[in-house]
């Protein structure tokens, strides 16, 4: 069965760059959730869209922005990167907004440097 | 996290014991659910309880969920090596369908 996609997987950056971590749902699946797990830390919620639109808001920093385009991908776009933004990305998707079990894809290991 | 804590942090056991993890959370919920992770991967989904449920069971691994106390545990019966990866308890936000991780539980389990 397809899986959330989640590219890249691994991303190295510098301080200050910008970064754009990209997730594909399961198919037929219309709604996108990001995840942001440092190191050691427990999975933080930073942002869903449910149908192309921003659903809910977690605790994502104002440097990071993202969408969900026509085809259900979503982008997290973040800028001015921290040393602090270092962590594992991971994206879910879900087949509507109320469905309770949300799928996982593998994770974007972001290092910043 | 803004939600539970989950009890232990770190659990070594041998193959064939039982293993027991235990979450508390802080609001109301409409549901709680269990993840496993291997180390450094993605997040698999185990098992949901909703709250009007006591008890879930699938396969080796029984929930029970306590609304009262706001707690839940998870209990992985006739552990093997492979069962070692950390688990979380997650529950709904209140605020939309997105999930409040708990701080989770390292299992270790030797042969």
């Known amino acids: 069965a397809a899986g959330v996609i989640q590219s890249p997987r691994h991303l190295i950056k510098e301080k200050r760059e910008t970064a754009t971590l990209k997730c594909y749902p399961i198919?037929?699946?219309?709604?996108v959730y990001w995840y942001q797990q440092g190191p050691g830390q427990d999975p933080q919620f930073l942002i869903s869209f449910y149908e192309k639109m921003q659903s809910d808001k977690g605790s994502i920093p104002d440097r990071f922005s993202a969408q969900q385009f026509s085809d259900y991908h979503s982008e997290l776009n973040m800028s001015s990167l921290e040393l602090g933004d270092s962590a594992l990305y991971f994206c879910?998707?879900?087949?509507?907004?109320?469905?309770?079990?949300?799928?996982f894809g593998p994770g974007t290991r972001l290092t910043v440097l | 996290s803004q939600q539970g804590e989950e009890d232990p942090q770190a659990l070594s056991i041998q193959e064939g014991e039982n293993a027991t993890m235990n979450c508390s959370y802080k609001t109301s919920i409409n549901n709680l659910q269990w993840y496993r992770q291997n180390s450094g991967r993605g997040l698999v989904h185990l098992i949901l309880i909703r709250s009007n449920e006591r008890e879930k069971h699938s396969g080796r691994l029984r929930v029970t969920l306590d609304t009262s106390k706001k707690s839940s545990s998870l209990l992985i019966t006739a552990s093997r090596a492979a069962d070692t990866a950390s688990y979380f308890c997650?529950?709904?936000?209140?605020?939309?369908?997105?999930?409040?991780f708990g701080k989770g539980t390292s299992l270790l389990v030797t042969p």
């Open positions: 997650a529950t709904d936000r209140n605020s939309g369908y997105a999930l409040n």
């Open positions: 198919p037929r699946h219309d709604t």
């Open positions: 879910a998707s879900s087949p509507g907004l109320a469905t309770d079990t949300q799928y």
